[in-house]
């Protein structure tokens, strides 16, 4: 985001940098060549969203573009795991390296697209959005559409590693602390998290469908707001707003019924409706979805959203703004009409997020099915035969019996059951202690206890380790570059850099959680229930880090979770999952409470031996904690 001087906003800046000029329409500055020149800036637009994560539906995009009216569809496709993944692909083909999912979608619905004249923004380029560029324009050609296309790069910064290093740029492990150095040569790749002002650009430049490489999830959300209101690169609660609105629907389904906690109160699944935000020009925005679809959209599922992979919430940062996440309100307006406003904004940060991945040796995973009464002891059993014969010692090693509740912990680890999954899974830099774990597992299956079956996926295959490593470098190092291009062949190119903030300097945040004020005094008779009577709730991961958003039914019994729901007893609750620190952070408007479950996910990621290395499970496995609680808290709940 480029800063400028004076009163001029910060995407205008002139200097170096590529900028557009820019006009004034009744006495509002604007900027050239866009679409409002000639037009009244909107006063509203509807932003569907048709894809969470690479894998998603493939029929979401058809459904929202006949659904009902969008200006925008937003599709994410990116994860930390997924750049890896791409770049595995690229060194096998070098054409490749973007999800391939997106153009099978285009397939049917370019057409639709072009006719209704809806714009689509994604990351679906990956480590090669001119790639995908170029086959999107074959694919118009082809069907014969006129069609502009806009892809935004300059994320990719692995080959500048040893350049910027030697500039000053440290690339500390942002979780661990870990110096770079030992770890640089081992790199495969490395994109910066950029923001939306190159995503306007290219919407500036008339391009129907926008193709990224790593543009955060919410910044292609928020880009349209920006073009569409014109919105100054400066004005945080406006900016904070749409952060807050990609937020929400930048997990696909989540936000309409999708994983919520109270999933028997959703209607129907079958169809479900991808969530749309309808953004107004003063920030506040509407959460929906279309009629007639399957989902819901409700306080509980836009809350459960809202506190989803959610670190310090008075500091939720992105590459256009830091939102602060304490202070939004949210009410269900109707049935499947929720209003989300109070949303407050500070200053971009001094530094973009880098996201590298690296090899960091070998790992395999495999299972064999047991089943009997006795399944437990036969389980037990195989586990002290399997690891007695193979005799290594590995970097890691994972035994889960799935089925019997080995994922959860160990006080809820009492699920009777006939047969279990005995999964086991192994990492070490040494591949050829690989190699002995993948020949020795299906050696059990006719040596061990009766009951015992090979799993369908066969003997296990090693599979080389690509470990996520988390950095910052200075923002005034990183040059976006801006391609349109058309079936007509005409290109237009242009770079977007990205000054310090001068005048802001290095933010400092604080990790501590507020002092919370005592509860009123709880009077009455105890009864025994499990915290899922009380609260719902969602996790999810960054890195080893897991945070569980955990929300309350009412007033009263936020009141109880802030006075006995602390992070001890969370920790406590998790012994021998959560090896680190348990953080908690307290949102009153929300009525909420957000833990951080540091070193909880084997290390998360792809270097995790877990069943769940992404902690979705951890927050049902919290609401079914046991509390003592006073009969009266319960009155009103569902």
């Not at 790199?187 to 008339?206: F, K, Q, R, T, W």
């Not at 994972?398 to 086991?424: H, K, N």
Request: net charge neutral; proline share 5%.
């Amino acid at each position: 985001m480029g800063y400028c001087v004076q009163t001029c906003p910060p995407r205008l800046r002139e200097g170096p940098f590529i900028t557009t000029p820019i006009i004034r329409l009744n006495g509002e500055m604007t900027r050239a060549g866009c679409a409002h020149e000639e037009s009244v800036l909107k006063k509203k637009i509807r932003i569907g969203n048709a894809g969470g994560y690479w894998g998603d539906d493939l029929d979401a995009l058809r459904r929202q573009l006949t659904g009902g009216q969008l200006d925008y569809i937003t599709m994410d496709f990116l994860a930390e795991i997924t750049m890896s993944i791409l770049r595995k692909q690229q060194l096998a083909d070098p054409t490749l390296g973007y999800a391939k999912d997106f153009l099978t979608q285009l397939e049917t619905c370019l057409p639709l697209i072009v006719e209704k004249k809806v714009r689509v923004i994604t990351n679906a380029g990956g480590i090669n959005p001119q790639g995908l560029g170029l086959k999107i324009l074959e694919l118009a050609r082809r069907m014969g559409l006129d069609l502009k296309v806009g892809v935004v790069y300059g994320d990719d910064i692995s080959n500048q590693l040893y350049e910027l290093t030697s500039q000053g740029e440290a690339f500390t492990n942002m979780e661990t602390g870990a110096e770079f150095g030992a770890v640089r040569h081992r790199i495969s790749s490395a994109n910066i998290y950029l923001g939306a002002e190159p995503v306007v650009a290219a919407l500036d430049g008339g391009c129907q469908i926008i193709v990224t490489g790593r543009v955060t999830d919410t910044s292609i959300t928020l880009a349209p707001m920006i073009h569409e209101f014109n919105w100054a690169l400066d004005d945080w609660d406006l900016l904070a707003g749409g952060l807050v609105a990609g937020h929400i629907i930048e997990c696909g389904a989540q936000a309409s019924g999708g994983n919520i906690t109270d999933w028997q109160e959703v209607p129907s699944f079958h169809n479900i409706g991808y969530p749309i935000i309808e953004m107004h020009s003063s920030g506040e925005f509407y959460v929906t979805k279309h009629a007639r679809s399957g989902g819901m959209v409700s306080e509980k599922s836009v809350k459960e959203q809202l506190v989803y992979e959610m670190g310090n919430p008075a500091q939720y940062i992105s590459p256009d703004v830091v939102a602060f996440f304490d202070t939004i309100r949210v009410q269900e307006e109707k049935p499947n009409r929720v209003k989300v406003s109070g949303v407050r904004g500070g200053p971009a940060p001094y530094r973009f997020k880098v996201s590298m991945a690296y090899e960091d040796g070998w790992k395999a995973e495999g299972e064999v099915l047991l089943s009997g009464p006795d399944v437990n002891e036969k389980a037990a059993m195989v586990q002290e035969i399997f690891w007695r014969k193979l005799g290594h010692d590995f970097d890691k090693v994972v035994t889960s019996a799935v089925g019997a509740g080995s994922i959860w912990p160990d006080q809820l680890a009492q699920c009777p059951s006939q047969e279990v999954l005995l999964r086991f899974g192994v990492a070490d830099q040494d591949k050829a202690k690989i190699d002995d774990f993948s020949k020795a597992l299906p050696a059990l299956i006719l040596a061990g206890p009766s009951g015992m079956a090979a799993s369908t996926r066969g003997r296990p295959r090693p599979q080389r380790v690509v470990a996520y490593w988390p950095a910052l470098m200075r923002r005034d190092r990183v040059t976006a570059k801006v391609l349109t291009m058309d079936t007509s062949g005409r290109e237009d190119f242009q770079e977007i850099g990205f000054p310090l903030p001068e005048e802001l300097g290095e933010p400092v945040f604080s990790d501590e959680p507020r002092r919370v004020q005592k509860a009123r005094p709880f009077t009455g008779p105890l009864v025994e229930v499990k915290l899922r009577r009380l609260c719902y709730a969602r996790s999810g991961d960054k890195g080893d880090t897991c945070n569980i958003g955990l929300l309350a039914r009412s007033d009263r019994v936020y009141e109880w979770i802030l006075a006995n729901l602390t992070s001890q007893v969370v920790k406590r609750f998790f012994k021998g999952q959560v090896l680190g620190k348990v953080t908690r952070y307290e949102l009153d408007n929300l009525n909420g409470l957000n833990f951080l479950l540091e070193q909880s996910l084997g290390g998360g990621g792809t270097t995790s031996l877990l069943v769940d290395p992404q902690g979705k499970t951890l927050s049902q496995a919290l609401l079914e904690m046991r509390v003592e609680v006073p009969r009266p808290l319960l009155r009103g709940l569902k």
